[in-house]
């Protein structure tokens, strides 16, 4: 391991004064600050195996040096995160991206470095070298069942990895769609789609969940079989109780309300997962919280209602990933950085004070609504997070870490300039 604990130590012995004096400054005006603490200390946020790496785009990639090349130096730079941060404490793979061979053998290196396997992702959205069938016209949803047929395959061996490995979850996000009107019939690609999850659902472990991902559009352009959070809470309620929707950030069509979708379906009981990301325009898969931070911290705010009032844990209750991957910056810091926003609008949603805004909303007080919302949101909460951190062990300021100790210049050492092949 590039990054021992004595390091952490050092870095923090330096941070800790000033560190000390914030936390005692905002420690004052909170409640129970022990058991804010106890809830971000608990929250953890999957790592995608392929944000490990830099993304591209459809006009070219700048790799850097030192990325992982193999499975086991994904599960490294995780294992490398989560010292920093104690907060990214799991991997998710994405067959065939990533093969574990031999999973005992993955299994060991997951727990020495002290991670577990979130959940796994099938793909039948790139045709693979051995291929029968190609999906050029879709997967699950296609007109001809052979086709179907061999993406159902795809999905069953990725449950059996799964299962080897010791995930509770698989993620189905189906490029499946149209380009142009009269390509497809849409009742008959959602019937298609339904019928093909239906045989994926039956093996489905009992103690396993389906997380049914949607997307507004890309790659295609006219339509998409799985489009919205309608059609997947549709997908969803037909297949049943282990059958869930998850909603990734930047799947909308421009400014969608995500904090309503996000309330509704635990309102139905039928939000399953997350992916993380920020965007602009799109599924720009920028980092979590660095263009709409507000509407992030509003997202939290539902989440925390709803997951409440079901009686949900906050840490376990939904699965928690970043689906975030970008060309510019180390991915590594990339990551920190998501992990950071997302623990920050966590944290300003816990502050919330709920039982004042629900008495301005039962007045019409909007204008009181609208202060008790930002008056959480515009608290610097970093002291808490950071407390948090220091408390179970990590850094105080993990991106700033990464760069004194210069790891990635240490992974360099170690690995080369060997790159992967990364995710969409
Ligand atoms: C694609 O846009 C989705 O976000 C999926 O989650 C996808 O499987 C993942 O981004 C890997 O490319
Ligand atoms: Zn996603
Ligand atoms: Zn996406
Ligand atoms: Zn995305």
Same mark, same amino acid.
């Given at each position: 391991m590039i990054l021992d604990q004595q390091l952490i130590e050092k870095h923090n012995n330096k941070l800790e004064k000033k560190h000390n004096r914030a936390f005692e400054f905002i420690s004052q005006d909170i409640d129970d600050v022990e058991e804010l603490?106890?809830?971000?200390?608990?929250?953890?946020?999957?790592?995608?195996?392929?944000? @490990?790496?830099?993304?591209?785009t459809r006009f070219g990639r700048f790799s850097g040096p030192g990325e992982?090349?193999? @499975?086991?130096?994904?599960?490294?730079?995780?294992?490398?995160l989560h010292a920093l941060n104690k907060s990214s404490g799991a991997i998710s793979l994405h067959i065939p991206w990533d093969i574990p061979e031999d999973t005992a053998k993955m299994k060991e290196l997951a727990r020495s470095l002290n991670i577990t396997f979130d959940a796994v992702n099938s793909n039948t959205f790139q045709d693979q070298p051995q291929q029968e069938h190609s999906y050029k016209?879709?997967?699950? !949803? !296609?007109?001809?069942?052979k086709v179907r047929k061999q993406a159902i395959d795809h999905n069953i061996e990725v449950i059996n990895y799964g299962k080897a490995l010791g995930s509770k979850a698989l993620t189905v996000w189906l490029a499946d769609g149209s380009s142009f009107p009269g390509q497809l019939n849409f009742r008959e690609a959602f019937q298609n789609t339904l019928s093909s999850l239906q045989e994926i659902y039956k093996h489905l472990p009992e103690d396993w969940k389906l997380f049914i991902e949607y997307k507004a559009f890309e790659p295609y352009f006219y339509s998409m079989t799985i489009g919205d959070w309608g059609q997947s809470l549709l997908l969803a309620n037909k297949l049943g109780p282990k059958a869930y929707t998850l909603v990734d950030l930047g799947h909308h069509l421009p400014n969608a309300n995500i904090e309503q979708i996000v309330s509704l379906l635990l309102m139905e009981g039928k939000l399953g997962g997350f992916h993380f990301n920020d965007s602009k325009y799109a599924d720009d898969d920028l980092t979590a919280g660095s263009i709409k931070p507000y509407q992030l911290f509003l997202i939290f705010n539902e989440l925390i209602d709803g997951m409440d009032l079901n009686g949900m844990e906050h840490a376990t209750g939904l699965g928690?990933?970043?689906?975030?991957? !970008?060309? @510019? $910056?180390?991915?590594?810091v990339d990551l920190l950085q998501s992990v950071e926003a997302i623990k920050i609008a966590y944290a300003q949603a816990l502050l919330i004070?709920?039982?004042? @805004? $629900?008495?301005?909303?039962?007045?019409?007080?909007?204008?009181?609504?609208?202060?008790i919302l930002q008056?959480?949101?515009?608290?610097?909460?970093?002291?808490?997070?950071?407390?948090s951190r220091l408390r179970s062990g990590a850094a105080l300021n993990p991106v700033l870490l990464f760069e004194e100790e210069k790891l990635r210049d240490k992974l360099i050492a170690e690995r080369g300039l060997r790159t992967i092949a990364t995710g969409l």
């Open positions: 603490i106890a809830k971000l200390q608990k929250f953890q946020i999957g790592i995608p195996s392929w944000a @490990l790496g830099t993304g591209g992982p090349g193999s @499975l086991e130096q994904k599960f490294e730079d995780v294992g490398l016209y879709g997967s699950l !949803h !296609h007109v001809d069942p928690w990933m970043i689906d975030a991957s !970008h060309n @510019l $910056k180390d991915p590594l004070d709920r039982v004042a @805004l $629900k008495a301005a909303q039962q007045a019409n007080d909007v204008v009181k609504s609208q202060e008056d959480a949101f515009r608290t610097d909460v970093r002291p808490l997070v950071a407390e």
